[in-house]
């Protein structure tokens, strides 16, 4: 019986978390759908890439209760290496913010892009090496902190790192690109 119930317990602590609990946290847009390839206007416009480079139009609803702030990221599943690339990350988004325009046009005040894996701050559109499709995922993640210590010189894992390590929960789109 003793073993059952440390088996038990902590299972059941896991299952109360507000992170297990953020299934109604969804993301939408109407530039990009799941499993879905990604538009030309949001690929990347260097590297042999001829793309816009547009931030997509996110939006979400129904973030898990305690949320104090955002975070927004996409990051290419797929690129060489095994942990990914970083094409983009927003932190310091207000608890009110249920939206990015196209274009990232029009950020709250106090929000921060830091540098992605190409190096800038901002967004980088996909650019999957020739032949190669890439999974994107874009995600926005609900945080239980209201800022996070970070500016736009940071580096993208070490703003993935301190957001993953404040989420109360994610919701995400996971598209396509290639060329």
């Given amino acids: 019986m003793k073993s059952l119930c440390r088996l038990v317990l902590p299972l059941s602590l896991l299952l109360l978390s507000p992170f297990v609990h953020a299934a109604d946290f ?19 416009a260097e590297l042999g890439c001829k793309g816009g480079n547009l931030a997509p139009m996110l939006m979400w609803r129904n973030p898990p209760a305690g949320t104090r702030s955002f975070a927004v990221t996409v990051q290419d599943l797929d690129a060489p290496g095994g942990n990914g690339a970083w094409n983009w990350i927003v932190v310091n988004l207000p608890a009110a913010t249920t939206e990015l325009k196209e274009g990232a046009a029009g950020l709250p005040a106090g929000a921060v892009q830091t540098r992605n894996d190409y190096g800038r701050p901002g967004y980088g559109g996909p650019c999957s090496l020739p032949g190669k499709t890439h999974r994107y995922e874009f995600s926005v993640w609900a945080l239980k902190s209201d800022k996070l210590k970070i500016d736009a010189k940071a580096n993208a894992a070490l703003a993935a790192f301190m957001i993953k390590g404040n989420a109360l929960g994610q919701a995400k789109i996971t598209a396509t690109y290639s060329r």
């Fill in 26 to 44: 969804v993301l939408e847009s109407i530039d990009i759908h799941e499993g879905d390839r990604i538009s030309i206007r949001h690929a990347y």
